[in-house]
């Protein structure tokens, strides 16, 4: 272009437009170098803010994250803190039970009583358990009163009353019908579920709840045979009665004394809150139509404790009621036969078709028996036992003989009578003479054996044993014992620790209640002066283990396990405390590495987000000198190329 051209100076135009862009470049690396940032807006570089942004979001979560489980683990340490003392405070009170049962020290609730000391101490640990469970807080949550726990706890129930034998004073059972009463073998007390894992039911490796909805399908109609199946029972086609199958071992393995799954569902039903009596009105019933397996699986009872009336009439002994005299009772016993072992007794009765002696499996009576009067009963009965089952077979043939004679009598005179021929009369007048004379041998054997047992010698027994182990040592006594209402049952949530940047990347935390009554089963009923969990008052060492026999009021089943003694009792609620223990101290070792795993991938994920983000500054420093000198240039040729319009004004010279 000509640079006589003085209205468009074109140069100056180009010199400047390049100062621009050298003065753009010159302002985004002193930006750059000011921030630090090589992305300081989205236009510097869309697509790597877009990336950039999602990482910090991350980094910034994961920090967070790692921060919530370091304040998980202060709470997890406070919880266990708490339970640690919780812990001493039950091996203490353990420590003083088994102190109060040595009969060094002096019982009862007089001024001289060193147990009463012991209990005092006792109620005050008991308490500081519930106080400890109830003011244990983190950043003011409380931690072990069961609301942070998915079961939550049961706040009402009500107080029944059952009775106890118990070892006291003399002269305290006074009737057969105490002695009827009392209870020979444990009751149960639990949910359906509870007890169909006692017994042992094989359920294939599925939960309650979901086997009974498999083989009850929602429906309650069945469950008796699927049971009895369960038990190792086959049952065929129109059978009720269950034989055979683990019922036979269920008094030597929980106590309970079942004969088929229809007995365990009546007893379950009786001793439940239904207002039906037995399993067939239950499952029938209109109101349990729609009661699902769920929901049955949960019920609470109590069940499976039975009477000596019971046990000896589901041991094959009839004609016992609890108004049966005193000599009724007796000849039953008589009639026991002998019991060596807690697993083997004999029984006697009378056969309907066969009408002899027969064999009766007697595991039931013969283990409660046992399990109750240890070896005093086979001390008093053994010596003659065998004589005795002697002398009633031979008694029970003289009357199968008899009965045959009389038949044969009868058949020979209907043939004399009806003129039969001389072969069917004479065959029939041999039938009766043999019969005679078996009858008068078997009357004869029946006679000498009789004469060889001295009842006199077996009734002096009998009575020295009543006087001496009954009368004298065991005391029928009404307790109180805690039933919780499901229906008051308040549920809670479990911790939720979220140690993730994102939703659902975090751990699920349950403590459950440590008070005295959740520890001692009893929810819901904590340890009281007026209902003690612990009692060690009685006047006998030997009550004071015994447990509620004598005087402690804690739940038969205790974190699963089935409890009688107090010291089992102490035994399973520390099993509990330290389980949860474990527990926590699992969770918070797993915390430990989360932190150490969510810092690694903070610090990784920073470094890529810094590799996108954060300006190089040598680099920045090489641009922004560069942008200087080609800024001068550009002035010097910007101020020479507005020069150049004034050489047109010599062409006026």
């Known amino acids: 272009m000509s640079n006589t051209i003085v209205r468009t100076n ?22 750059r170098l000011s921030s630090g940032f090589r992305i300081n807006s989205a236009a510097d570089d869309a697509a790597g803010l877009g990336i950039s942004e999602k990482m910090r979001a991350q980094i910034r979560g994961l920090d967070q994250a790692s921060r919530n489980a370091q304040d998980g683990i202060s709470l997890i340490q406070t919880a266990e803190g708490a339970l640690d003392t919780v812990n001493e405070i039950l091996i203490r009170v353990r420590e003083l039970v088994v102190q109060a049962a040595n009969d060094t020290n002096v019982g009862g609730a007089g001024a001289q009583s060193d147990r009463l000391r012991i209990q005092d101490e006792i109620d005050q640990l008991m ?21 942070l726990s998915n079961n939550g706890v049961i706040r009402g129930g009500e107080w029944v009353a059952v009775d106890v034998l118990r070892t006291n004073a003399p002269a305290r059972i006074t009737t057969i019908d105490q002695f009827l009463r009392t209870t020979s073998s ?8 509870d007890l169909l894992r006692v017994i042992g039911a094989d359920l294939n490796g599925t939960e309650v709840q979901e086997w009974m909805g498999m083989v009850a399908a929602g429906q309650l109609s069945g469950l008796a045979y699927a049971i009895d199946s369960a038990m190792g029972v086959h049952v065929g086609a129109g059978t009720t009665a269950a034989m055979g199958g683990l019922w036979n071992n269920l008094p030597l393995t929980a106590g309970l004394t079942f004969n088929n799954a229809t007995e365990m569902l009546d007893a379950f039903v009786l001793g439940s809150t239904a207002t039906e009596t037995t399993w067939a009105a239950f499952a029938t019933s209109a109101a349990n139509q729609n009661l699902t ?3 049955f699986s949960r019920m609470q009872s109590s069940a499976g404790g039975e009477t000596i009336y019971h046990a000896l009439r589901n041991s094959g002994f009839a004609g016992l009621t609890s108004t049966s005299t005193f000599t009724e009772v007796r000849n039953v016993f008589y009639r026991l036969g ?18 002899g002696v027969s064999a009766v ?5 013969a283990t409660a028996l046992q399990s109750w009067l240890g070896t005093r009963f086979s001390e008093v009965f053994d010596s003659t036992a065998t004589d005795y089952l002697s002398m009633r077979a031979a008694e029970t043939t003289a009357a199968r003989a008899e009965r045959a004679f009389v038949d044969a009598e009868a058949a020979y005179r209907l043939a004399v009578r009806n003129q039969s021929g001389t072969t069917a009369i004479n065959d029939a007048r041999e039938a009766r003479d043999t019969a005679r004379a078996a009858f008068v041998t078997a009357q004869t054997n029946f006679v000498e054996l009789r004469a060889s047992v001295s009842a006199d010698s077996l009734e002096t027994r009998w009575n020295h044993f009543v006087r001496e182990y009954l009368s004298a040592d065991t005391e029928l006594v009404e307790i109180e014992r805690w039933r919780p209402n499901e229906a008051e049952r308040e549920r809670g949530n479990a911790l939720w620790f979220q140690i993730g940047a994102n939703s659902g990347q975090g751990i699920s935390v349950e403590i459950g209640s440590m008070s005295t009554g959740t520890l001692f089963g009893r929810e819901g009923a904590n340890h009281t002066t007026d209902r003690r969990i612990i009692n060690v008052m009685d006047v006998f060492g030997e009550n004071v283990q015994a447990g509620i026999a004598g005087g402690s009021n804690f739940g038969a089943i205790i974190g699963g396990n089935r409890v009688e003694t107090t010291l089992e009792a102490l035994d399973a609620a520390l099993a509990i405390t ?58 010097s040729m910007l101020a020479q190329a507005n020069q150049a319009p004034q050489s047109v004004l010599q062409l006026l010279g």
Not at 607 to 629: F, H, K
Request: no cysteine; net charge negative; glycine share 12%.
């Open 293 to 295: 397996a769920s929901t």
């Open 578 to 635: 330290t389980r949860q223990r474990s527990e926590l101290g699992a969770v918070q070792n797993r915390l430990e590495f989360t932190i150490e795993n969510l810092d690694v991938a903070s610090e990784n994920l920073s470094a890529a987000n810094s590799r996108i983000r954060d300006a190089d500054m040598a680099r920045e420093m090489m641009g922004l000198t560069q942008a200087n000198v080609l800024q001068q240039a550009a002035i």
């Open 10 to 31: 074109v140069l100056s135009l180009n010199a400047h437009r390049n100062l621009g862009m050298v003065g753009g470049q010159q302002a985004r690396a002193s930006q």
């Open 186 to 193: 444990p009751a149960f007390e639990g949910s359906f579920g």
């Open 338 to 355: 002998g019991l060596q072992g807690a697993a083997a007794g004999i029984g006697w009765s009378e056969g309907a078709a066969a009408g």
């Open 127 to 147: 308490n500081e358990i519930d106080a400890i469970a109830t003011r244990t807080e983190f950043n003011t949550r409380t931690l072990l009163d069961g609301q």
């Open 361 to 365: 499996h007697a595991d039931g009576i």
